[in-house]
């Protein structure tokens, strides 16, 4: 027998229980106006629902994003607050072995690494004017004795000599802090080309000889004949002649300097070796820094600028190569550079 139920004034429900072929059938039927009023109801319950579950999504979503970012932001209010005079400032690293401490500690070695080059940017800038300043005051004081009245012309040549030799040195010295100044943006030109090795040390060894006159010091080279080499000879020259420079400034009477050059397992290897008294134990670390020069070599007669072997490094590091300096097990300084070589 049909069943009506009445569940609301607009909402009219029909239902019977039907018995056909055998099985029980529940019928159901909806009037057309509540289909209608139904789903009226449902999309405002649904629109109702979305905006507070979006709303709490929201929230819940600010809430767990600032929790997230507070360590970011603290490391941004910690970056913001490193002053340039704070030489040795780092940054907290947070505990929870995530993400952010990674960041930090990334953070950290990125701040080390310019705080170094900070300081040595300023130890160079402070060893440059100490070093151009003495040629400068040298030429200047020259050029005022030259102008004062009564100099007879002996001693103005004299003076003249003495300021042009002082501004040799100081166009030297300027080329040489240009040179490691493109050597430091990666920006010095390097243009390899076959060389005849054993052509390039025997020039090299002759342009010394007439320096050597009445010193008894003799310079040999040591190199296979028809050794060939993919190089700059020029900056390979240059470097050379500053090593060569060294051993004449320390090598004693009557000792021998050798140049040397061979095929190495790493490419070409081209030493300049002396008999002099090697480099003292604790300037061998820093041997290759700029301005760097043992106690025995402090005079400037004897010292030289302190740029011949970092001239050397920025020669070797451009050719993809490296220099090492040590001391000879006999005696003596031995300067060492490995430049690589193409595979044929």
Not at 200 to 221: F, Q
Request: aromatic content about 4%; proline content about 6%.
């Amino acid at each position: 027998m049909p069943i009506r139920l009445r569940l609301a004034a607009a909402f009219t429900v029909i239902s019977a229980i039907v018995f056909a072929a055998g099985a029980l059938l529940f019928v159901v039927a909806l009037a057309p106006e509540a289909e209608g009023n139904a789903l009226s109801q449902v999309e405002r319950e649904l629109i109702v629902a979305g905006v507070a579950f979006v709303a709490v999504a929201g929230a819940g979503a600010y809430v767990l994003a600032s929790a997230a970012l507070s360590p970011v932001e603290r490391l941004r209010r910690q970056v913001a607050s490193i002053s340039a005079g704070d030489t040795g400032a780092s940054l907290e690293v947070p505990a929870t072995s995530d993400e952010i401490a990674a960041l930090a500690v990334t953070m950290n070695d990125v701040l080390g690494r310019l705080q170094r080059a900070l300081a040595r940017q300023r130890a160079f800038v402070s060893d440059a004017s100490h070093e151009l300043r003495t040629p400068l005051a040298v030429l200047r004081g020259e050029l005022e004795l030259a102008g004062r009245p009564g100099r007879d012309r002996d001693e103005l040549a004299a003076a003249v000599e003495a300021a042009e030799a002082e501004a040799v040195r100081l166009a030297r010295i300027t080329d040489n802090l240009l040179l490691l100044a493109r050597g430091d943006e990666d920006r010095l030109d390097i243009r390899p080309e076959p060389t005849d090795v054993r052509e390039l040390l025997g020039n090299c060894a002759g342009a010394a000889r007439s320096r050597l006159a009445g010193t008894g010091t003799v310079i040999h080279t040591d190199v296979p004949a028809g050794l060939p080499a993919d190089i700059d000879p020029g900056r390979v020259r240059a470097a050379v002649d500053n090593l060569v420079d060294n051993a004449l400034r320390f090598a004693p009477p009557g000792s021998v300097i050798l140049l040397s050059a061979a095929v190495c397992h790493d490419g070409l290897r081209v030493e300049v070796s002396d008999d002099g008294p090697g480099f003292p134990a604790g300037f061998l670390p820093h041997a290759f820094e700029r301005f760097s020069r043992p106690d025995s070599g402090r005079s400037r007669d004897d010292g030289g600028s302190g740029l011949g072997l970092a001239i050397v490094r920025t020669v070797a590091t451009a050719h993809g190569g490296t220099a090492t300096a040590a001391n000879r097990p006999g005696g003596g300084a031995v300067v060492r550079l490995v430049l690589p070589q193409p595979r044929m």
